[in-house]
């Protein structure tokens, strides 16, 4: 079948109807998220292979020893295991019409004996020495072109000239034959049948702006570029795409916000407010005044705020957050608090309670796990008025939660949570008591985010930053050690308990794994408090521990009867200890940055020196001087590289953003903290680390678009809402959330 017997509506056809898919592939490719003719066209490579530059082997006397990457073609003539362990190589003969060169691996020698298949025809790439008179490439980087056998009879050329594309397959994906050679064959014929039924989606104007190409012309050379320059143009345009999309996304909902619901019009002179400030034991810093002023002129306005705040661990947001809930108290409205785990509820609980403790202010904490009398209790306040703030879990988005006048919601550590949660609570302010009028919203986050990522996860919402420390902050030292030190910091750890510190001691799990060689946080604290701390007291604190349990260990911890507290990453948001000056992190290369920079966060909040330190197994002192020549197609070679990464990062800096940037570029935007959780989509081609300008781009149209035309309804605009409306289904009943 051509592309003149399809329309537009048969993309959306299951991906059976390419040439070359049958039932078997189709349910493979359906598990990797390929289930339509358009998933598969938008199915793109992660790499090329110019094959149009490609040296003969005998040439290759001429790039011996030099800097130079050469690449070359040949097929597989042989192949052995040569020496013995652990000095142990491959030796794989490839060769051409011109002659021969060796391919020589010392790594993963067993993997790649299997990898290889005689009569084979690949593509390599690397740096051309000598041994013994032998060209060779040493570990080189490997493309398969050809099995040699009749399969590739009908595809000549389709491998082997010109601007190869190069597609990531897996292990069950290539168990029915879709590995790269797969891949291009079935793409190549979707691409035939199909790619004259796609229709532009972008507008004109806004296509001749900026000089893109057509959609079909984008989707053709992004699979089959005719020169490098024409696939950057294909990939500049389909970078947009998916940056605009969600763009338009934010735009919307941010317009649906500020234009369509009402808000609520604060009288920001606040006696309550004025009188804790008054009450505060330390001087508010510049900044903290700053982000002030910008959520008062929100809360004066008649348009619902819908801000974030970021600000760095101990930078002070809980009081910024609580002068805001006091201002809405005085207005004679309710404000809610919603965390996303319950020992940081209750933390936050007891920071407003204290806080408050002299002012006529009724505030209640609403958890999962409370007594049935006492939840009835706490909703009957909640129902009647009576309690003005609420602080809570995801329990305060329940059906049976009914606020009298819900006026200010803030939502700490919002990407924990996501937009629908932020929705779902906004509703709760929307009743007849209050004239359907929309609550303000106060999104907060200690996990500093990058510019990029903020505009795409936060793009709907106005930002403020706090960007000072306290005054009487010292910097946290933080010191990487290796699992055989472990008893000289056990001795630094005591000698800070004898100076009147407390530590805490944080493990990656809370029972031993079988999978993995982990410490184990209950297996640790009975050894650490039986054998290592015998005579200081000890506490445990995890996630599967009751509200009750928890909540004796930490005012035990907090009113220095604990002296050293074992935990799990429980601990890592929102625990205020300021008596607590000392860290150790066993395992620290199982957590991620952030999460190490959250938990570093703990400490360092009161005015003594402060310290970090992190157990890491000794093979990361052993790898570190090898890593730039270990062979990255070993998986977990890749990863401890990243651990490293991360270790240096957590060790050479503090600052946030700068560790949030890092980690970024380590784990990607797809799972830098729940972006999944957004309700945006995920990005195939666009990279927020690079694409920043064109992110920037997308918004500026997309922004702009949805000035002119906020309903998407005029005539030139029809394409890019059927478009728009396909690729975001998911997205778009977050709309009137805000």
């Not at 500049?236 to 735009?251: G, N, P, S, V, Y």
């Not at 402060?610 to 990255?632: G, H, M």
Request: net charge neutral; hydrophobic share 40%; glycine share 6%.
């Amino acid at each position: 079948m051509k592309s003149q017997h399809h329309t537009i509506k048969d993309l959306a056809m299951p991906v059976q109807y390419v040439k070359g898919i049958g039932p078997k592939r189709a349910n493979v490719l359906a598990e990797h998220g390929i289930k339509t003719v358009r998933d598969l066209i938008y199915y793109f490579p992660y790499d090329y292979l110019d094959l149009s530059k490609v040296e003969k082997v005998g040439n290759l006397l001429a790039s011996m020893d030099s800097d130079r990457w050469i690449t070359t073609m040949g097929t597989i003539r042989s192949f052995e295991l040569i020496g013995r362990q652990p000095r142990q190589r491959l030796v794989v003969v490839l060769g051409d019409e011109t002659g021969t060169i060796q391919l020589v691996f010392f790594q993963s020698v067993q993997y790649f004996k299997k990898a290889f298949t005689l009569g084979e025809t690949i593509a390599v790439s690397g740096k051309v020495t000598s041994f013994k008179n032998c060209f060779q490439i040493v570990h080189p980087s490997i493309d398969r072109l050809s099995s040699g056998g009749e399969d590739d009879e009908d595809s000549q050329g389709l491998h082997t000239g010109g601007i190869v594309p190069k597609y990531g397959s897996s292990a069950e994906l290539r168990d029915v034959n879709l590995h790269v050679k797969g891949f291009r064959r079935i793409i190549k014929s979707a691409l035939d049948d199909f790619i004259d039924v796609f229709e532009e989606h972008l507008p004109k104007n806004l296509l001749e702006r900026n000089k893109f190409l057509p959609i079909k012309l984008a989707l053709r050379s992004i699979h089959y570029p005719e020169s490098f320059e024409i696939l950057s143009k294909a990939q500049h345009r389909l970078k947009f795409d998916e940056l605009f999309i969600m763009q338009l996304l934010l735009a919307l909902r941010r317009k649906s916000v500020k234009s369509e619901m009402p808000g609520i019009s604060f009288n920001v002179k606040s006696m309550l407010a004025r009188q804790l400030v008054d009450s505060l034991p330390f001087k508010l810093t510049k900044s903290q005044v700053n982000v002030i002023k910008e959520i008062a002129e929100d809360m004066e306005s008649r348009k619902p705020m819908n801000r974030l705040l970021q600000g760095d661990v101990g930078s002070g947001k809980t009081i910024v957050a609580l002068l805001a809930m006091l201002v809405a108290v005085d207005n004679g409205y309710q404000a809610a608090l919603m965390a996303p785990t319950e020992i940081l509820a209750e933390q936050h609980y007891k920071t407003l309670k204290n806080f408050l403790q002299d002012m006529p202010v009724n505030i209640r904490l609403l958890i999962g796990g409370q007594r049935s009398k006492l939840r009835r209790e706490i909703l009957e306040d909640i129902n009647q008025g009576s309690s003005q703030i609420i602080v809570g879990t995801h329990a305060l988005i329940q059906e049976n939660v009914k606020f009298t006048k819900l006026g200010f919601v803030v939502i700490d550590e919002q990407h924990r949570f996501g937009v629908a949660q932020r929705v779902a609570l906004r509703e709760k302010g929307i009743n007849l008591q209050n004239g359907s009028l929309n609550p303000d919203i106060l999104v907060m986050t200690a996990t500093p985010i990058p510019r990029t990522l903020s505009l795409t996860l936060y793009g709907d919402l106005d930002v403020s930053v706090i960007n000072e420390m306290p005054l009487n902050r010292k910097p946290i030292k933080t010191i990487l050690r290796t699992s055989s030190q472990v008893d000289k910091v056990y001795t630094f750890v005591r000698e800070q308990v004898h100076g009147g510190r407390q530590v805490y001691i944080v493990y990656p799990l809370i029972d031993e794994s079988e999978k993995m060689d982990l410490k184990a946080a209950t297996e640790s604290y009975e050894k650490l408090k039986t054998e290592i701390f015998s005579d200081l007291k000890l506490g445990l604190l995890h996630g599967r521990m009751s509200s009750i349990e928890k909540d004796e260990v930490m005012s035990a911890f907090k009113s220095g009867v604990i002296k050293i507290l074992v935990a799990t990453t429980v601990i890592e948001v929102g625990i205020d200890i300021p008596n607590a000056s000392m860290m150790v992190i066993e395992h620290a290369e199982r957590f991620g940055l952030a999460q190490l920079h959250q938990l570093r966060g703990r400490v360092g909040r009161g005015a003594a020196q402060s310290y970090c330190i992190l157990i890491a197994p000794d093979w990361i002192e052993k790898i570190v001087s090898k890593a730039i020549t270990l062979p990255t197609i070993d998986d977990d070679i890749v990863e401890k590289q990243k651990a490293i990464r991360r270790l240096q990062t957590i060790v050479e800096t503090v600052d946030g953003f700068k560790i949030a940037e890092i980690d970024l570029e380590l784990r990607g935007p797809g799972d830098f903290f729940g972006t999944r959780q957004s309700g945006l989509p995920q990005l195939q081609l666009a990279n927020l680390m690079t694409d920043g300008d064109i992110l920037a781009l997308a918004r500026q149209e997309a922004f702009q678009l949805v000035e002119i035309d906020p309903y998407l309804r005029l005539s030139e605009h029809e394409p890019l809402r059927s478009y728009y409306e396909e690729r975001m289904k998911e997205s778009l009943t977050l709309l009137q959330g805000g």
